[in-house]
């Protein structure tokens, strides 16, 4: 994990206004949204949150801890792997319930 990525946001009105193209670019991958401000509101950090989420979920091997911080929702993501790492927790307690060694 020592190569940086870069983040890109390109205006793409045809698809609506506010409409953007989301890019997580690294030179392994290359991870994009669409996204377009309408019913749902979502702040646009939540986002991009998404994005950086799915890039290093797809990726993997690149640094992504700059653009967390300056495009992302650290704290967001603070949360969502803490409720993961308890939801681990709790299904492998729940599979091993019951069993002896």
């Known amino acids: 994990m020592s190569t940086s990525a ?5 205006p793409t009105p045809e698809l609506g206004p506010g409409s953007k ?9 290359r991870t994009r949204v669409w996204w377009t ?10 986002v991009v949150s998404v ?3 799915k890039h290093e979920d797809q990726c993997g ?13 650290p704290p967001m993501k603070a949360e969502v792997d803490r409720l993961h790492g308890e939801i681990q927790t709790r299904m ?5 319930a019951g069993r002896m060694n």
């Open 6 to 10: 870069t983040f890109l946001a390109v």
């Open 61 to 73: 091997r690149c640094n992504l801890a700059r653009l967390w911080e300056r495009h992302g929702d």
């Open 92 to 96: 492998v307690a729940r599979h091993l």
């Open 21 to 29: 193209r989301l890019e997580v670019d690294c030179k392994w991958s």
């Open 37 to 46: 401000p309408g019913e749902l509101v979502l702040p646009e950090r939540h």
């Open 51 to 53: 994005l950086l989420q």
